[in-house]
Structure formats: C-alpha cells, structure tokens
C-alpha cells in the first residue's frame, strides 16, 4: 500500500509527511518529523506523557491516527516558548523544580497550557482534575501543580502590567 | 489497513458496504488501545469526525440532537444542553482525562458496548434514542436496546449511529449520574447509577427512571426502585427499597477492577444517592 | 588541602549550597529537546521486537525461527543459543532469554531486527515455540509448600543449618537476633501478634526501557540506554555476551525515571547481538505492557511479627518470620527486610528470621528503599496498636524507643549521628499534628529506615579558557543530582553556579562509577566532586604562585579568587588564572575516584490525614506532612521532589497498586488503566519539613535523600485508617473493596 501524504501545520509552520494510514500521530511526529518531545509512556492514553494540540484540542498522540493530521493545527512542545523566550509555566516549573526525570514534563506542560488558555485562573482541584490524564511518578504532583498555579498568578500580573502600559 | 473521512453520512455508508471488514470511529480512544491489545486491525476505519451533522449539537421543537461524534468535552460543557441533562453532561465529563474528552463520542461509549459505559445509564435515564443510518434509510432505537452484551451491540452490517434524540424533560424533573472508581480519574467505572426524577409540589416522586452501570452484561434498569419511588417522598423508607432494589436487579462479573459482593454493595449506594441528588435539582 | 572529608565551611556561611537554581538541564527538559534513549536515532537502524512467553512456567522443547528469517525486512533473528552458556549464577543473563525453560509470564524467548517496528513484531509472531507446560507456583505459600513444584531442580537453600537435602523455592534465609527472646517477652506486659501480606508493586517509571545498540564489528559495540548506570549496563551486557567491559562503550541518555527499576538489564545484549548479526544499528523499545510483564517489579510479601511492650512503652522483644517473593530467580529481598524491619527502635531482644521465595513472575529488582516499606507496614501498625493499648502518643511511644548515636542496628553496626527523634518532634511540633478531625477521619503516623550506601564514584572537573567549570560524572541524574553536583562545585570553587556545567560522561570518558542506587549519588559522587576541586583549588594556588612568582604557601583560594597573604599582588580571578593556563602548565584538570564509606543512615517520620466513606471503603487522603532527615540539603527543591515522590509512590502502593495474576499466571492489568498510580487529583499538597543533621562522613554533611520517603506512607495510611474506622488493614492494597469487606466484617452486616 502506497503511503499516505500529509500535509499540515505544525508550530505554526507548514509540515508535509508520508505515513502510513495505521500510525499513530505520536509515531508520526517523533520517527517522520524528529519532534521526539512528546513521549510514548504507555501507548492507550492513560499517562499523557504524548499530549500535543490538534485543532486547539488537547489529545494524547498515541490515540491518533496520523492521518487525521491533514489540513490539521498541531502545536507540541517544541513549540512553546516564543524562539529564546519561554511561555511562563515552562518559567515556573523549572524555577519551582517541578520537574525531576523529565518525561512527563512535555506532555504536563501542553495540558497546563491547555487548562490556563480555557480557565486563566484555576483553583488547586481545577489543576489537580486538568492534569489527571498525565501521570508523573517522580514528583506527587506538589511542585508542578504549585508550578501551574504560580505561572496563572504571572500571567495574570504580566497582564496587568500589560494593561497598565 | 486503510483510513477513510467521509465527509457525507451517505459517503460513509458507501464506504461501509465497499469493504465489509470495515470500522467506523469517531474519537478512537477505546479502538486503538484495543487494537494495540490484540484486536485484529479491520481493513478500513472509517472517520466519522468530518461528516457536519455528526459533529454538531441542536435544539429544536423541545429536541435535542447530538451528533454521535461530538467529543465529550462538548457535551459536558454545553451549557444548555446542561442545565436541561446536567447528569448526561456529568457522565460524559467523567470519561477519562481531558485528553479523552476530547476525542471520545457518544457514539463511540454507546458502540464499545462495555458494560461500563459512563454515558449509557444516563442516556437511557432519559430515554434517548439512537438515530442509526443505513443503506436503506434510517431507524430509531432507544439507547436501552443497542448493547446486548460485552462488546456486542444489535447494530446490523452497515450501520452506523448518526446522532442521539432526547426530548428536553419536563418541569421539575432532572437527572444525575454517579460512579464508583477507585483513584479520583482515570479509571473505568466499578459501578455507575443514573437516574431522573420528577418531583411534584409536595415533595412526593411522580416518575422515576434508575439505571445501573458496571453491574451486569449490559446497563440495566432498576424498575422495582423506580416503582418504589413513584407517588413516594424520598425518605429514610424509600431510600431503603431503592437500595434493596439496586442490589437485586445486580448480576456483575468478578473481575480485576472489582468482585461481585463488592459491585453489589456499592450499587446500592450509588443508586441512593444519585436519587437524592436527582431530586434535588428536580426540586429546583 | 585536599582532604575530602575536611568539613566545608559552617552550614551559616555557604553561599550556594542550600540554595534553589534552576537546574542546569532544565531547560532541554522543558522545551522538549532532552534526549531519552527512544529519542535516538541512527542511520541504518533496524528495529527490534522481543518474543515473549505466554506462559507461567514451561519446558521449552523447540524453537524454529524458519519462517520469522523469511519474513519481509527481516535482518536478524536470535534465540538463547546465540549466547554463550551463562555462569549458574549469573540470574541476569539467565532471565533476559530463556533456555530450556521459561519461569513466568513475559519472559523473552527469541528477538527479531526488522526494517520497521511492524515488519519486526510480524516477523516475531512468526516464530515457532513448542512448549511443554509446568506446573506453577504464583504465592509465597504455593511456592513453600512441602509439594510444591520446583523452578529450580537444584536450589538448596542458603542459610540453614544443616544443610537441607532436598531443592525447594526457597534460595536463603536470614537470620538476626539479639538478647534472650523468651526472657523479653516474659518482661513485656502486652504484646501483639499480627500477620500482614502485601502484593507485588511496579517502580512504575513513566519512560518504558530503550535502547540503541551498534555493533559495529564482532569485538566492540556501542550502546545508547536510558539505566541508572551505564557501568552496571556495559558489565551485565559484557557477561551475557561473553564480552570484556572494555569490549562495550555506553552512553546514558536521560532517565525517565528509575526508582531502583533501571539498576539492572533487559534489552541491552539482545539489541548488541542482533546489531552483530545484521551488521547494522538495532533500536528496541518496550511497549508499557512489557515493561509491566518483563521488567521491575518489588516483591510480593508475607510476614509474621510480634512485639511486647512494658506500661511505660519501652519496647522489650520483638519477633519476625518474614517471606519475600523474589520472582523467577534468588535475590536478596528478604535479607533487606531483615534488616530494616526493627532498625528504628532500640530493642534489647528480638529474632528476626527472613526467607526469600522464588515463585514464576517477573524477576524482582530494586524500589527505593527495596524491601523496607513492606517491613514498615508489619512494624508501624503494630507500634500504633501498642500506643493505642498503653494510651500512649503514638510519637511518644516511638521517642521512647528511638535509636540514636550509638545505638546499633539489627545487622550489627553502631549507628552515627542520625535525625530519627528530630524527624519525630518536627511532626508533634507542626501544627498539622493538632488540626481537629471530623467525622470518618482519622490521622496515622510512621516511621521508616533506610540504611543509604556509598560504593564507587568519579569526577572529573575540567577549567574552560573562560572560568567555567565542566563537572563531569557517572552517575546518571534520576531527580536533580546534576544540579546537586554543580551546587557543592560552585561552593567549592567559589564561582557563581551558572559557571558550572554538570554532565554525565559515558563508559569511556570518566571513571569507573556504581549506579545510581541506595541514595548514595549526592553523597558518594558528590564527594568525589569535592575531591576533584579541592584538587583543582591546589593546582589554581600553584598556577596563581607562578604568575606571581610567589611560594605557593602564600596562596590561598577564597570566593574564586586567589589571594596574596602578603597582599603584595591584587586577587586573581579563576579566570584570569585559566585564561594564561597555556604559560602556567597546560589545561586546568582533575579528576577523584573514590570507594565511599560513611554513608548516613536515613529515617522519615509521616503523617497522614484521612477521610474513609464508610459506605464505599473509598478513602481520600485530606492533608499529608512528612519530617525527613537530610543531614543537608544541597538544593532543597530537590531535597523536598524526593520525599514528595517517595510519599506519593508509597501512598499508590498503599492504596491501589497491586499486580492481579490470574490462575494461569498471566497478568491482568499490564497498563496504567488497571495498575493504578496516583493521577495529581487524588492526592493533596505534601508538606515537607527538611530535618539537618549533619553526617560528619561527608564535607557538606549530606545524607541520601532519595529513598527513605517511602517507606512510611503504608502504616501511615494504615494507622490513619484504624483512627477513621477502628480497622486494623493488614493485606495490602488498602483498596475501597478491602476497606468495605473490613467495614463489613466489623458491622457484622452484609
């Protein structure tokens, strides 16, 4: 069978691809695109460790087929920080030590991105429930959950300074 | 395997007869855990994401209609489509993490045929019907009568759920849904317990539909508590029968998520106090 | 001057140790470029697939890899007898691929390079096995049973006098006792007797095991792998191939996390061998369901004791008969819980007796603190039921039979300055330990031991041209130790931690390093840091006394400066001196190799917050408070992510976490669905108070860290959950169904 041909965007730029109709978007990006920061940490959507966006819609990776990518928006980790600048969760977890080995922190990033773009200031439990469907084993959650809420209050205070100018 | 998105019911039907080992999907999120388990990977799998009137949500004339691709998040956050089914809305914001959210159907959780389904007790609670389309037209079932055991639904060759009915309800009437799992999330209902209650002004029941997840091959109905329940104020005495109830119409599978006694039991529970919750948003 | 033990400067005065930088690899870790070892990629690779056992225990009479060689994209097939024979006791080599038998469920069979992922798995089913199924033994009681069907035909158990005549499923036995048992209990006016078991539990590493190998002629290869020790990688690789370690270069990706797991082997010598015999790069990568079926998890256990108090609450004689499941192959599980079962308390007569039980699962492998939070459950519970009894505070109870200095251990040596009772008044001091409960809630306290190891480190430290210091080690960083490492660097040398550049170098370019184990990597490598710059200091003095033209007695080193103590010469910079390196003597290096000793004991004291729904048996954990001692903490962040994780792994293991075999030996629940680890809303915030008592042994005072966490949140959870319900939990895991089947019970209903 022929490869399929893709054409979409990912980060903002225009990416085309060959795949084959029965892989996964997770497979697609890390082997075809060399975007290796999303991870497979279980292959069935139970640990989020694959999560990106897909048409503004936060999904794990691995339960994509790539072929629902064409004509699609797809934003990984890759593309979080702004070139040199990074997003202020990406800020607050590395100065809240949110993160210890590292696999996890990707796809927790894009869901906390995800949350705060919908809800800009979540409670403790709104954080908790959001980040539910990525399993970290390293931290209990303490840091990065403070992590995501301190990096709400920046934004929130980067906005009004915004405001104010 | 070959992926295929019609972007027509009439297209996808098409597709359907063309290759007889075929899949449709909407969300994907129990297919390829299954298929990476072992399942045998079907020939074609068919999108159903791209057809419009699968994905959209509707009122009219006192009916709702949603389309049986429309992702969970959608209808847990609709919120019209909450304050008439806030328990349907709360099912389909229980299946697993936001990332599934986002991807999983109606369609889909009422298609796999688990008897765990979060969103079947409470589709069935209030009535809802399945619009299903097929080459020579289509039909209507209610949900109750599409799964007819693990994994097996009456769906013939060729067809496939386009939408789901249900009539907005009546005054003073509401649903909620209620499971049992062990972590917060994440996990697959131990039991799950729907009801609608309709209350009158005297704080008496007037109607009453209860249905169990997880506790049987399929979600059954509690008739001998909606009995129980009916023409009753919900009270100590009630509350009691409904439990009792719950337990009898019980026929679980011991398994790694759970033991008989222990579904059981706490299929009593549920269905208790998803009618105390039911009856009161129905009082409001 | 170089003296490594010399302790640093007073704790008041370090100016970086103690201080919270952002890590030096943070930043690849979150804008998604840090390398894990499923990130590599070489040109030319092949993919790998294992074929696995679907069986618990079976004769292997045939394999034909006929048909798997002929499938498309098929490069390399290999089998057991691509190895040579391994030693009788080399256990790794003799779990990673079956010979004439398999032992449990998952164990690999034969393995296949392919052109793509798919081509290889289509290629492994292919292959044909005949087996001739065994009887299996799945329980610490089926496997010593008298009748019991053996796995291995020659396992004489170690340990028992006289030597038994006949195999069994038990490879030893371990004995510790002190004083007159009879005579202690005599003198103890309540004792309790209890029974508890507990299920086998996975480390539960989000990052499955991968590898690249490339074996790029019949005498050397070259690994890329994500272990918690890359030297560990290239002996264990060596001996299944029947290589030297020299033959082998490993070099560590990141870690996705380890917790004890990734201290051993699975993938490495088969990717090596198929990489041999395609002659091309093979990269293989676990599926979850195979790192649950094949690799980990820490053994299943059962285990009897008895304590007997006096009224005053001084613990007089304690008695154990402990069994550990090892899984498929002997391991020394048993032998740690005996260790650490009564190490807490300071008791004048007790009998210690453990057993290791080889049943068909997985071959068991360290998770942090191995084998000491289950001994905790046993010990802990029982302690709060003789608090209960003598009314007593459960802390004063434990003050009162704490160790100290001096005090010795179970298995013989006097321990050091230890934290334990300050560990225990940070929790009655907090104010957490008098918030009033309601309803259905309750609060539980423990304690836990774990003894912490040195073993062998490297450093190298090399000067760059502009002043920045490259801190190069082996110990691969499984939770911040680089930023540990560059932290007591900068303090040393005196320059601001941006100016230190922590990497973890591969087999051929630092020293002979252990894994990343027993808590010991801030303290052992961490060491070997120091020495390195105090060496580099010594060399900075002499290139300063030469630019000076000055005695090198006259040179001292302070803020990373040198100074003249006859003040004739203005300081210099270290970057100064670097930068005129070439007129000095040449580039600006050393390097410190060391065997560390002196690693302190560590001890944490928990206390957990509860709410049980009586009518589910669900609990929800309301506030969770952990006192742990340090000795000190380089960088607290880190300090408080060790015990935070510590207490959540252990809370999963208490609550939910279990593997389900079913009657055939096959494992249920090999995914995240059904093996439940704690997801961020079920548990609250953790409060962390970080106890300092120093351990002379180290320059800094450090103490391992890493694993003591988990040891206390079972009996934790326990204790919390007796104060909530009046149920004594004693089988693990907690989960609702065994609370309401204890609730039930009690009630006398249902």
């Not at chain 2, 990977?41 to 009916?63: F, G, R, S």
């Not at chain 3, 080599?93 to 004439?100: E, I, V, Y």
């Not at chain 3, 599980?333 to 039980?357: K, S």
Request: glycine content about 8%.
């Amino acid at each position: 069978m022929n490869r399929r041909h893709i054409t979409c965007t990912i980060n903002g730029d225009k990416a085309e691809f060959l795949c084959d109709d029965d892989e996964s978007l997770l497979n697609t990006l890390r082997d075809e695109l060399g975007l290796t920061g999303a991870k497979e940490g279980c292959g069935t959507g139970d640990c989020g460790a694959c999560s990106v966006m897909l048409n503004g819609r936060l999904v794990c990776s691995c339960l994509v087929f790539a072929p629902e990518a064409e004509g699609a928006t797809i934003e990984t980790i890759e593309g979080m920080a702004d070139g040199e600048h990074l997003h202020p969760l990406q800020t607050a977890f590395l100065e809240g030590a949110a993160l210890q080995c590292g696999i996890c922190t990707p796809g927790v990033l894009i869901a906390a991105k995800a949350l705060l773009d919908r809800n800009p200031e979540p409670t403790e439990s709104e954080v908790r429930y959001a980040l539910a469907g990525n399993l970290c084993r390293c931290t209990g959650y303490d840091k990065i959950v403070r992590s995501v809420l301190d990096a709400a209050a920046q934004m929130k205070n980067n906005l009004q300074e915004g405001d104010r100018l | 395997m070959k992926y295929e998105a019609p972007k027509s019911i009439d297209e996808a039907l098409e597709l359907l007869e063309s290759e007889p080992d075929s899949c449709v999907f909407a969300g994907a999120t129990d297919i390829i855990p299954q298929m990476r388990s072992g399942r045998p990977e079907p020939k074609l799998m068919i999108d159903l994401k791209c057809i419009p009137e699968m994905v959209q949500i509707a009122c009219e004339n006192k009916v709702w209609t949603i389309g049986a691709a429309v992702p969970a998040v959608l209808i847990a956050g609709d919120s019209a489509l909450k304050s008439d089914f806030p328990g349907l809305a709360e099912s389909a914001g229980l299946i697993g993490s936001d990332q599934i959210q986002n991807r999983a159907s109606l369609g889909g959780n009422v298609c796999n045929a688990s008897p765990a389904a979060d969103t079947v007790p409470a589709l069935i609670v209030n009535n809802a019907h399945a619009v299903i389309a097929s080459k020579g037209g289509m039909r209507t079932l209610p949900v109750a009568l599409i799964a007819t055991g693990p994994g097996s639904t009456s769906l013939n060759a060729g067809e496939f759920i386009v939408a789901f009915r249900i009539e907005q309800p009546l005054p003073h009437s509401a649903d909620a849904y209620l499971r049992f799992i062990p972590r917060t999330e994440m996990d697959i209902a131990v039991v799950g317990a729907a009801a609608r209650i309709t209350m009158d002004k005297a704080g008496n029941c007037t109607d009453a539909v209860i249905a169990l997840g997880a506790v049987a091959p399929t979600a059954v109905r509690v008739t001998a508590a909606e009995d129980a329940l009916r023409g009753n104020p919900i009270d100590e005495d009630t509350l009691t029968k409904i439990m009792a109830a719950a337990r009898a119409a019980c026929n679980p599978i011991d398994d790694k998520r759970g033991s008989k006694e222990y579904r059981t039991q706490v299929a009593g529970v549920l269905a208790k106090r998803v009618v105390i919750e039911a009856a009161d948003r129905a009082r409001k | 001057m170089t003296d490594i033990n010399a302790v640093s400067n007073t704790p008041n005065s370090y100016k970086w140790v103690g201080t919270r930088p952002v890590r030096h690899d943070g930043l690849e870790k979150v804008n998604g470029h840090a390398r894990f070892a499923a990130d590599l990629s070489l040109p030319r690779m092949l993919s790998g697939h294992v074929l696995r056992s679907p069986f618990a225990h079976a004769r292997i009479i045939s394999i034909d890899t006929k048909e798997a060689e002929a499938m498309p994209g098929v490069k390399a097939v290999i089998t057991s007898a691509d190895f040579p024979e391994p030693h009788r006791k080399d256990y790794v080599s003799l779990n990673l691929m079956a010979r004439d038998k398999v032992f449990y469920e998952g164990q690999a069979v034969a393995a296949v390079a392919a052109g793509t992922k798919r081509q290889a798995k289509a290629a492994a089913e292919k292959i044909v096995v005949q087996y001739q199924e065994l009887p299996h033994v799945l329980s610490i009681d089926e496997a010593m049973a008298e009748d019991a069907p053996l796995l291995h035909e020659n396992l004489i158990t170690k340990g028992v006098e006289p030597v038994p005549g006949k195999a069994s499923n038990i490879p030893s036995r371990t004995l510790f006792e002190r004083g007159d048992l009879d005579a202690g209990f005599k003198e103890a006016d309540v004792v309790f007797e209890q029974e508890f078991t507990t299920k086998v539990v996975h480390q539960g590493y989000i990052e499955p095991h991968a590898v690249v190998a490339d074996t790029s002629s019949d005498d050397r290869s070259v690994i890329w792998c994500s272990s918690q020790g890359h030297f560990m990688i290239r002996a264990k690789t060596a001996a299944m191939l029947g290589w030297e370690p020299s033959q082998l270069k490993v070099i560590p990706a990141e870690i996705g996390g380890g917790f004890g797991g990734k201290t051993t082997i699975y993938l490495e010598p088969l990717a090596a061998k198929l990489s041999q015999k395609a002659k091309r790069p093979v990269k293989i990568v676990m599926s979850r369901d195979e790192v649950f079926r094949a690799t980990g998890p820490t053994p299943g256990t059962k285990l009897r004791i008895k304590l007997g108090a006096k009224k005053n609450g001084k613990i007089v004689a304690g008695k154990a008969w402990l069994a550990y499941e090892n899984g498929a192959y002997p391991g020394i599980w048993g032998m740690l819980g005996a260790m650490c079962l009564f190490a807490p308390y300071d008791i004048p007569n007790f009998y210690v007796e453990a057993f290791e039980v080889v049943v068909n699962k997985p071959v068991n492998i360290a998770y942090r603190a191995p084998s000491a939070p289950m001994a905790a459950f046993a010990t802990e519970t029982v302690v709060d039921q003789i608090a209960r009894e003598l009314k007593l505070d459960p802390i004063e109870l434990r003050l009162i039979n704490a160790v100290e200095e001096g005090s010795r251990k179970p298995d013989g040596p006097k321990y050091g300055p230890i934290g334990f009772k300050e560990t225990l008044e940070a929790i009655r001091n907090h104010p957490n330990y008098s918030i009033p409960l309601g309803p259905n809630q309750g609060r539980g306290i423990a304690s836990g031991y774990w003894f912490n190891i040195g073993e062998s480190s490297s450093a190298t430290v090399h000067l760059t041209e502009d002043g920045t210091a490259i801190v190069v080690t082996g110990s691969p960083d499984i939770g911040g130790s680089r930023a540990s490492m560059a932290l007591m660097a900068a303090e040393e040398l005196g320059i601001d931690v941006k100016l230190v550049q922590p990497r973890v170098a591969d087999t051929d370019s630092i020293g002979f390093t252990d894994v990343t184990e027993g808590s010991r990597t801030t303290f052992a490598t961490g060491m070997a840091v120091v020495g390195a710059c105090r060496q580099l200091i010594d060399e900075l003095r002499k290139r300063a006394a030469m630019m000076w033209e000055v005695d090198i007695d006259e040179v001292e080193w302070m803020d990373g400066n040198a100074l003249h103590t006859v003040n004739k010469h203005a300081p210099l910079a270290l970057a100064e001196i670097t930068k005129s390196a070439k007129k000095t003597g040449g580039p600006l290096t050393t390097t410190h190799s060391l065997e560390a000793r002196g690693a302190g004991a560590a001890f944490s004291t928990q206390m957990c917050d509860l709410e049980v729904d009586p009518e589910t048996g669900a609990v929800t954990i309301l506030r969770y408070t952990t006192a742990q001692d340090a000795g000190t903490a380089i960088h607290p962040g880190y300090v408080e992510g060790q015990f935070q994780g510590g207490v959540a792994q252990g809370i999963g293991w208490a609550l939910n976490e279990e593997y389900v075999h079913n009657a055939e030996g096959v494992m249920e629940n090999p995914g995240f669905l059904d093996y439940r680890i704690p997801v961020a809303s079920d548990l609250p915030m953790i409060e962390t108070i970080i106890v300092e008592v120093p351990n002379p042994k180290h320059p800094y005072g450090v103490r391992g860290v890493g694993e003591v966490g988990i040891v206390p949140p079972i009996p934790a959870v326990a204790n919390a959950i007796h104060d909530a319900t009046g149920l004594r939990m004693r089988r693990l895991p907690m989960s609702p169904m065994t609370i309401l089947a204890g609730l039930n019970q009690k009630n006398g209903s249902a």
